[in-house]
């Protein structure tokens, strides 16, 4: 629904560099998913969050629940990391996740 | 680890067609999930369980049919398959209601003619 504003739409980067994803909570949200999905249609769970930072190797997700929002940021792009990018915001008293309508990423040599 | 099983991953109906869409998960996870994918669009739930025999709806429910049979299982029905409708069915769990970290299976990709 409206819950969940993600930005870009669409990415592109060359191998190397780095960039930021970001999605803005329009309501109180409880806790983040990001999530990538590639050509195939598989959806690999990246991250979540309640609160706070975490870090898995290029990539690294922050969460703000005050500010309501959450960022992405992924360094050094390889060609594996495009795909589409999703973010899910849990929205309390609803017990369902909220999808975001994702950001393309494509990684040129 | 686990693994979520979508079947069939294509499924081509006729207008008006009842159509069963099947997912098996070996997590042991309370909570299962029906989503639908647009192209080019977000997820949206259309039911989900928290246990065995549960079902609760979600914003897409009218036009589906859910069933949870056992802890593993949980099927979703198109009820009446609209003509040129496409889109891809994903099944989801997470081990209890709180929307922890949530699984998918490979989806359902739906055409109908």
């Known amino acids: 629904g409206d819950q969940v504003e993600q930005s870009p739409s669409a990415l592109s980067l060359h191998e190397g560099t780095s960039s930021a994803l970001r999605c803005n909570f329009t309501?109180?949200?409880?806790?983040v998913q990001w999530f990538r999905q590639n050509s195939r249609g598989s959806l690999i769970n990246l991250f979540y969050?309640?609160?706070g930072t975490k870090e898995n190797g290029r990539l690294k997700s922050a969460f703000d629940s005050k500010e309501l929002y959450s960022t992405l940021h992924i360094r050094d792009a390889q060609l594996e990391d495009s795909g589409t990018y999703f973010c899910?915001?849990?929205?309390?008293?609803?017990?369902?996740?909220?999808f975001g309508s994702g950001t393309k990423l494509t990684v040129e040599p | 680890g686990g693994i979520i099983t979508q079947t069939p991953k294509f499924l081509i109906g006729q207008e008006g067609q009842k159509l069963t869409l099947k997912c098996q998960q070996n997590?042991?996870?309370?909570?299962m999930y029906w989503y639908r994918q647009d192209s080019g669009k977000g997820l949206r739930l259309i039911y989900y369980?928290?246990?065995?025999?549960?079902?609760q709806k979600g914003d897409l429910s009218e036009g589906y049919d859910a069933s949870r049979e056992k802890k593993s299982s949980f099927s979703l029905t198109v009820t009446s398959a609209q003509k040129n409708e496409m889109a891809v069915f994903l099944c989801?769990?997470?081990?209890?209601?709180?929307?922890?970290?949530?699984?998918f299976g490979h989806g359902t990709k739906l055409s109908v003619l």
């Open positions: 989801a769990s997470s081990r209890d209601r709180s929307n922890e970290r949530l699984f």
């Open positions: 899910a915001a849990e929205v309390p008293n609803y017990n369902v996740l909220y």
């Open positions: 369980s928290i246990t065995e025999n549960d079902l």
């Open positions: 997590f042991n996870h309370d909570t």
């Open positions: 309501t109180t949200t409880r806790s």
């Open positions: 969050l309640a609160s």
